[in-house]
């Protein structure tokens, strides 16, 4: 069910998001070619990711509405455990806010170069606030729920960010080289656009 939200996002926002990232590509291409900066594939592909990320989570988060209630909730875990535990609409409302996050968090913390705890959830907590407003001004729901899942994804892609950096720094010299991590972004890449191609059609693959 996360998936097929995740598809129909793509659908909705795909020619937009195709136009943006060749825009965005050819003007930081040329950006480096101007000012005589490497092209570093790995951190260019992870700033793109970031960007995907943003407009698909605009999409979900404006108008596939995830908990299916309207109107105002400021009573905290009244919509979680309204759900029955491993149930769908466990999975899809509770779950599915967390994970949507997450990204997020890791994306962030990454380019802040978070450290603390407290770097992350600030950004994260102002972040949801926000969506949950706009969202009670566009015919959607104002949850507060929504804000405490969505902040814990946030802080799971920050554990995420910081055990994997840790690991990192204890990895053999090639497995912390920028060749190894372009190859890794070339391969997750391919798999990309495979199934970005299928999804809209185009059956290249």
């Not at 926002?13 to 490497?38: A, C």
């Not at 009244?78 to 409302?93: A, L, V």
């Not at 912390?176 to 299928?198: A, G, M, R």
Request: aromatic share 14%; hydrophobic share 55%.
């Amino acid at each position: 069910m996360i998936l097929e939200t995740l598809t129909n996002a793509i659908l909705d926002v795909w020619p937009m998001l195709v136009i943006f990232l060749v825009v965005l590509i050819t003007i930081r291409v040329g950006y480096l070619k101007i000012n005589h900066e490497k092209l570093v594939f790995y951190r260019e592909f992870i700033n793109l990711m970031f960007v995907i990320y943003i407009l698909l989570l605009y999409q979900l988060l404006t108008t596939t509405e995830l908990n299916k209630m309207s109107g105002l909730n400021i009573v905290p875990f009244t919509e979680i455990f309204r759900y029955e535990i491993g149930s769908p609409s466990f999975i899809y409302n509770v779950i599915g806010n967390i994970l949507i996050f997450i990204p997020f968090g890791y994306f962030v913390s990454m380019y802040m170069k978070a450290t603390k705890f407290s770097h992350i959830l600030a950004v994260s907590l102002i972040t949801s606030l926000t969506v949950e407003l706009v969202q009670l001004h566009i015919g959607r729901s104002f949850d507060i729920d929504d804000i405490i899942l969505n902040v814990s994804g946030s802080i799971l892609g920050f554990l995420l960010f910081i055990g994997l950096t840790a690991i990192k720094k204890h990895l053999p010299r090639i497995f912390q080289s920028d060749l190894f991590y372009n190859i890794i972004c070339l391969l997750i890449l391919v798999v990309v656009i495979i199934y970005f191609t299928k999804i809209i059609g185009l059956g290249w693959f």
